[in-house]
């Protein structure tokens, strides 16, 4: 279990750092948001312990900005001020739990142990459809057992379909949950793609699973129909 703590306060951190270590976790320690940021896109962390008050990006721009990257890890938020207006603040923003400052190292603990549980139990699961299997945690995709190597865009239209197998996906939905606001509609991006994915995908095995829907978009299904 590897965990993140952003903590600007160095007596904190270290106290904090000593304490989960003692547990047997792994612990890497950010002293401000953006250096917090950049550890939470560079790892895969199983629990981010996070401060509000950070010197420029602050706790809630943080998880903004962990939102914004589409981590799944847990947030457990650490705030001085036992303001309601905060703690619905970093709920709303999608932090998992809040502990007001100062607390006990025992009750710490604690919500660490309880959110690592809730992630282990509510981690999505690999997602399947005929041969073709798609693990979102670790962004392996297999077809036949045999592994196939995706880029992000093709990895994202992928997963999307393969969660709405048997129906159809509208290009108007692709474009807004794998590309961002500053997609042109009127570019051929999404064919590329689709294009790249294909050949990945389905060339080489039977059936094919990718269809396109004309004029509509595309689904994801093992038997052959309008193509
Ligand atoms: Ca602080």
Redesign the pocket.
Same mark, same amino acid.
Do not use: K, N, P, S
């Given at each position: 279990m590897r965990i993140l703590v952003v903590? *600007?306060?160095p007596k904190?951190a270290r106290f904090l750092e000593r304490g989960l270590r003692q547990q047997a976790y792994a612990v890497d320690v950010a002293g401000d948001g953006e250096e917090g940021l950049q550890l939470a896109g560079d790892h895969d962390y199983d629990l981010i312990v996070l *401060?509000?008050?950070?010197p420029g990006r602050d706790g809630f721009a943080v998880l903004r900005g962990l939102r914004e990257m589409q981590r799944v890890t847990r947030v457990l938020m650490?705030t001085?001020r036992d303001s309601v207006g905060d703690r619905v603040r970093g709920l709303d923003l999608g932090a998992d739990d809040y502990l007001v400052k100062p607390f006990d190292l025992d009750e710490f603990l604690a919500r660490v142990r309880a959110l690592l549980r809730r992630a282990a139990t509510e981690a999505p699961l690999v997602v399947r459809h005929a041969d073709l299997e798609l693990d979102p945690r670790t962004r392996r995709v297999r077809r036949g057992g045999k592994a196939i190597e995706l880029t992000a865009k093709p990895f994202a239209i992928l997963d999307l379909l393969l969660r709405r197998a048997g129906q159809v996906v509208s290009r108007a939905e692709l474009a807004e949950h794998v590309w961002d606001r500053y997609f042109d509609p009127f570019s051929n991006v999404i064919d590329v793609t689709m294009h790249q994915l294909r050949e990945k995908v389905d060339r080489g095995f039977s059936p094919r699973l990718i269809h396109t829907v004309r004029g509509v978009g595309y689904v994801l299904r093992s038997e052959t129909g309008e193509d």
């Open positions: 903590e *600007d306060e904190v *401060d509000v008050m950070l650490l001085a």
